[in-house]
């Protein structure tokens, strides 16, 4: 069993900055290739990839809609993936979750995703 958990949510307004992390359970980094991502859900939207990065090796996958201005990095001494979020957009306000999956990160493809966190809110005022 995978735990996920996400924190550094919180309320900023239009250009500031958050880092979401989440820690992960010590089962995932092994010499197994797990791909943990980070996925977004506004009301009344669909869930949204955000980002991916690979357990093992230097891999990492952004979104258009936010690159350039988030950026994924882990660190597997922490057991932890973190999402820096700079020039934040009123339109980044969402639920943000940590997913995890054995293997590769499947196009971020949330339906792909067996293990969710319970999310954090980040919101952004303009």
């Known amino acids: 069993q995978v735990h996920l958990v996400e924190s550094g949510g ?9 880092r ?13 290739v797990y791909c943990v991502a980070w996925f977004r859900q506004a009301p009344g939207t669909e869930r949204e990839g955000v980002a991916g990065i690979y357990t093992i090796g230097a891999w990492t996958s ?18 932890t993936v973190y999402l820096q979020m700079n020039s934040l957009k009123p339109e980044d306000t969402a639920t943000y979750y940590c997913a ?4 590769g ?3 971020m493809r949330d339906s792909q995703y067996f293990y969710w966190g319970q999310g ?3 919101s952004v005022s303009s």
Do not use: E, H, M, P
């Not at 995890?100 to 293997?103: E, F, S």
């Open 62 to 79: 952004v979104a258009d809609s936010v690159k350039g201005r988030f950026t994924i990095s882990r660190d597997n001494a922490k057991n």
């Open 100 to 103: 995890a999956r054995a293997g």
């Open 10 to 18: 919180g309320s900023v307004q239009a250009g500031g900055s958050l």
């Open 20 to 32: 979401l992390s989440c820690a992960a359970s010590s089962f995932i980094y092994t010499d197994n």
């Open 105 to 107: 990160c499947a196009n």
């Open 120 to 122: 954090t809110q980040v």
